[in-house]
């Protein structure tokens, strides 16, 4: 169902300009504990050079004179849901999917919530995207209060790996356009589980955090540099720096934050990471009714919920459009004159 017909002229638009989709390859390049039995290596931070963004820019594009707020609004495919569960040995782990109504072969983004926060919270992140055409998975997050890292990463490869068989879901994947996705602790998990996943295309994550519940074990390993140093996909992270400093208040601390992954991203082709001005942990949920107790223990964001959510559906939508669906005249969102003032933006590696 098309809600406008500015809407539908906008897709007809995007699909023009698409460039032709890579070959398939799905198959899962190394298991995750193979690289924890390599140990870890040093590496120097990324280059941090001007930003520019898959060689494109605005003019040109059809998109040049489109107000800021567009894409942070809804596009024209009609949401509809549906929940699963994937099983590994032991350990379940339930899913809700957001799908475009009467399209097939899309584009997967699976999505770990944060430390104990409900995947119902992230609800309206997922229907935006949706609305844009992907298939959102929001996958359940661990209920244990020191979860196994390395255990939530095969779990999530095992949801995907189920979503890949043919009618899994009411809609088909296009398996050569996959991202994962994931907010705090869910941002590493979600690294951990897509960095040695040849199935997986690109990485989108929010204020993720190198979380180790006390200290680091092969259980709950050190994600920094490896394996983010060896990451050859482009990689999206937005964050926040309120959550950084000293107190008990401090979710995310600096020795451990999204801009220690930035840093150590040194493959990543391009890496982004976008500073929120005033932001929180927080405010990377799109329903903090959903979010309980977790939402208040952080330190409270000074940037209204509503300017951090508008950012982070734009950005999010221009990041998966370029660099998992390969359109181009996204840049302004990225890195050009459409960012929001209130983002600050370093770029490593650019194409």
Known sequence: ?????????????MRIIRKSELGAGSSLAYGWTMWLAIGFA??????VRAASCNGDTLLGSGFETMERADIAQSGPFQVATVSGTSTR???STPWTASYPVGTS?????IFEPGYHVTSAAYADWAHHLTSWGYIVIRAEGPSDFFPDHVAVALDLQKVLTDLLVPGALPVSVASTRIAMSGHALGGKLALMASASDARVKTMLVFDPSNANNGSYSVQVPNIVPQPVADIAKPLGILGETLDSGPGLNSCSPA?????????AAISARPAYEWTLGGAGIASFISNPDACGQSCSLCTQPTLSLAQAQTFMLSSSTAFLETHLNDSVGMCGWLTGSLLSPFVTLRMSNPN
């Not at 072969?105 to 983004?109: G, I, K, N």
């Not at 020795?255 to 840093?263: G, L, P, R, S």
């Open 1 to 13: 169902m098309i809600k406008n017909p500015r809407r539908a002229n906008m897709d007809r638009k």
């Open 105 to 109: 072969q899309r584009p997967l983004v």
């Open 89 to 91: 040995a032991a350990r």
């Open 255 to 263: 020795a451990q934050n999204y801009q220690t992954i930035f840093q």
């Open 42 to 47: 040093s590496a120097g931070a990324p280059e």
